[in-house]
């Protein structure tokens, strides 16, 4: 199975400026700790046509995909329905998702010391939060109870839908690495090891690069930089993958660096 993530924020307010997204640092660093990586981000409005595009190719690929925001229940919330239109399926209440969305109704009435009213028209309005694609699985929601769900893709594609909120969406994401990607996690097996360049230029690298790619079963990066305050211009060069794999690739790199004339300065190992 794949091991590669995705990851698809919605939301107006990120693209005109009124928010600043926080979850793309987020979910690198949750999928970090896992010896996991974030191999595509993207940001899109909240416009149905372009959701369910991006949507739709999500669910054509066969990534783990986490797309966060626009699954509440009002007019500028869309994805639920663009997700069902992406996967050509209807939408229909979730038996699930509406128990939990009327524990929350019956918590938050008992908190106001009022009885709960089913028929009240702001609850029977929220429960078009449940309201997700036929044949999509509950994400519990640790924070007030109302679930996110996730959809799968005929390419082998999961998607996982999350709300906007950092403080709901973050648990959620937990949860669904550790209890169902745990099989994809290597912590301890995955290892990034690099090498400060003094001085050097990526032309001149990129065949010992090749080199390394071509020899090894690891991916090789490299990171330049003109005006670090304490290595001033130098490139980052480096090598990353299964530990064992590295370990040998490494070498290889620092060897055809040493053959190059290269001034190195210090290592970083990232696990």
Request: charge should be negative; aromatic fraction near 6%.
């Amino acid at each position: 199975m794949t091991s590669a993530f995705g990851l698809i924020i919605v939301g107006d307010e990120i693209l005109s400026g009124k928010r600043s997204d926080k979850h793309l640092p987020k979910v690198i660093e949750l999928l970090s700790q896992r010896g996991l990586s974030l191999s595509w981000a993207r940001l899109v409005g909240d416009e149905r046509d372009r959701i369910t595009d991006t949507l739709r190719e999500a669910f054509a690929g066969s990534d783990v995909v986490f797309c966060c925001g626009g699954i509440g229940a009002t007019p500028d919330d869309h994805t639920r329905q663009c997700a069902a239109a992406a996967l050509g399926v209807e939408l229909a209440l979730h038996p699930q998702a509406r128990d939990l969305i009327e524990a929350r109704m019956r918590d938050m009435a008992a908190e106001r010391g009022e009885v709960f009213d089913p028929t009240r028209a702001d609850n029977v309005h929220r429960y078009n939060m449940g309201v997700f694609p036929v044949g999509a699985r509950i994400i519990h929601n640790p924070y007030n109870k109302i679930p996110g769900f996730s959809c799968d893709g005929a390419g082998g594609a999961t998607v996982h839908f999350l709300p906007g909120f950092p403080v709901m969406a973050w648990p959620m994401i937990e949860w669904v690495l550790d209890h169902h990607h745990l099989h994809l996690q290597r912590q301890g097996v995955w290892l990034e090891h690099s090498v400060i360049v003094f001085g050097a230029m990526e032309a001149a690298l990129t065949p010992l690069m090749e080199q390394i790619e071509a020899a090894h079963p690891v991916k090789v990066f490299s990171l330049p930089s003109v005006d670090h305050p304490e290595f001033g211009r130098h490139i980052e060069l480096g090598v990353k993958g299964a530990a064992a794999a590295v370990t040998a690739a490494y070498q290889d790199l620092l060897a055809g660096l040493r053959a190059h004339g290269a001034n190195t300065g210090p290592e970083m190992v990232r696990k």
